[in-house]
Structures are given as structure tokens and as C-alpha cells.
């Protein structure tokens, strides 16, 4: 099993599809900031309420140098709902495979109701603009943290 990332660390570096087919890499954003964050599932409460916090600091995220790109397993379809339903101005990709959410070790063991599966962790991870991890949020609760994502971004 790969170490776990650390701030200070080099972000894994990718190239995933978005919700118009398109493939987006990390390395497309050098010289920017990167929020980079890993939700479970397009369209349920709580990543529905994250979203659309990231999608109220759009434009303070923009201010910053920075551009937010959502991960999950879903596919381009729901991706496109989603952002369709909740005006979300944002790149939403796919990482059906894992191998991001594997990377960045956020694809874990979960329960639920007594059942074990794996599923992705919400996690977000701020990379700077030279591609280092500068803020790691692991097992996110969804209020307060895109001021938190935020607080980052300034400092």
C-alpha cells in the first residue's frame, strides 16, 4: 500500500475524463492553485450541499488563483445531471478505475448499515500552483469546510 500523501508531498499527477469527454491532467493547471476534491456519489445530500458550497466561492475561489475539480466514480452522464441540475461551474471528473482515488488513498474500507464495501472517502486536497499538497482534509464534514479549503487558499 502506497504512503499516505502529506502536506509538502508532490500531488500524483493524472489525466481523467470530465463531463463533456474531454481528458483534464493536473499538470494543465501549473502555476495555479488545484482543490482537489474526491466525493461518493453525484446528487446525494451531502455532496450535493458540498457542491454547491464550492460552487457559492466560485468566485473567491477564482480570485485565488485556484480552479476546483470534483472526483468521483461516477460516469460523464450523471456528471453532466449534475452539474445541469445545480448550475455547478466546475469540471466534474471521472475516475471509474479508482487509480486516482487509489493515489491519493482515498478509496477505503466502509460501513453502512453492517455492510463492508469500499468506497471513496470525502477528501480534499489544496495542490499549489508548483503541484505540492499544501492542505489535506480527510473525512470531510461538509459544513464549514469550503471556508476551511478557503483559509488555505490565503495563507
Same mark, same amino acid.
Given at each position: 500500500?502506497?504512503?499516505?500523501?502529506?502536506?509538502?508531498?508532490?500531488?500524483?499527477?493524472?489525466?481523467?475524463?470530465?463531463? %463533456?469527454?474531454?481528458?483534464?491532467?493536473?499538470? +494543465?493547471?501549473? &502555476?495555479? *492553485?488545484?482543490?482537489?476534491?474526491? @466525493?461518493? =456519489?453525484?446528487?446525494?445530500?451531502?455532496?450535493?450541499?458540498?457542491?454547491?458550497?464550492?460552487?457559492?466561492?466560485?468566485?473567491?475561489?477564482?480570485?485565488?488563483?485556484?480552479?476546483?475539480?470534483?472526483?468521483?466514480?461516477?460516469?460523464?452522464?450523471?456528471?453532466?445531471?449534475?452539474?445541469?441540475?445545480?448550475?455547478?461551474?466546475?469540471?466534474?471528473? %471521472?475516475?471509474?478505475?479508482?487509480?486516482?482515488? +487509489?493515489?491519493? &488513498?482515498? *478509496?477505503?474500507?466502509?460501513?453502512? @448499515?453492517? =455492510?463492508?464495501?469500499?468506497?471513496?472517502?470525502?477528501?480534499?486536497?489544496?495542490?499549489?500552483?508548483?503541484?505540492?499538497?499544501?492542505?489535506?482534509?480527510?473525512?470531510?464534514?461538509?459544513?464549514?469546510?469550503?471556508?476551511?479549503?478557503?483559509?488555505?487558499?490565503?495563507?
Amino acid at each position: 500500500m502506497a504512503k499516505e500523501l502529506a502536506v509538502g508531498d508532490k500531488a500524483p499527477d493524472f489525466t481523467l475524463p470530465s463531463q %463533456s469527454g474531454d481528458t483534464v491532467s493536473l499538470k +494543465q493547471f501549473r &502555476g495555479r *492553485f488545484v482543490v482537489l476534491y474526491f @466525493y461518493p =456519489k453525484d446528487d446525494t445530500p451531502g455532496c450535493t450541499k458540498e457542491a454547491c458550497e464550492f460552487r457559492d466561492a466560485d468566485r473567491t475561489v477564482s480570485k485565488l488563483n485556484a480552479v476546483v475539480l470534483g472526483v468521483s466514480r461516477e460516469g460523464a452522464a450523471s456528471h453532466q445531471k449534475f452539474i445541469a441540475k445545480y448550475s455547478l461551474p466546475f469540471t466534474l471528473l %471521472s475516475d471509474e478505475e479508482t487509480e486516482v482515488c +487509489q493515489a491519493y &488513498g482515498v *478509496f477505503k474500507e466502509k460501513s453502512m @448499515y453492517g =455492510k463492508t464495501y469500499c468506497g471513496i472517502e470525502r477528501s480534499t486536497f489544496v495542490i499549489d500552483p508548483e503541484g505540492k499538497v499544501k492542505g489535506i482534509f480527510r473525512k470531510v464534514k461538509v459544513d464549514g469546510h469550503v471556508d476551511a479549503v478557503l483559509s488555505v487558499l490565503k495563507a
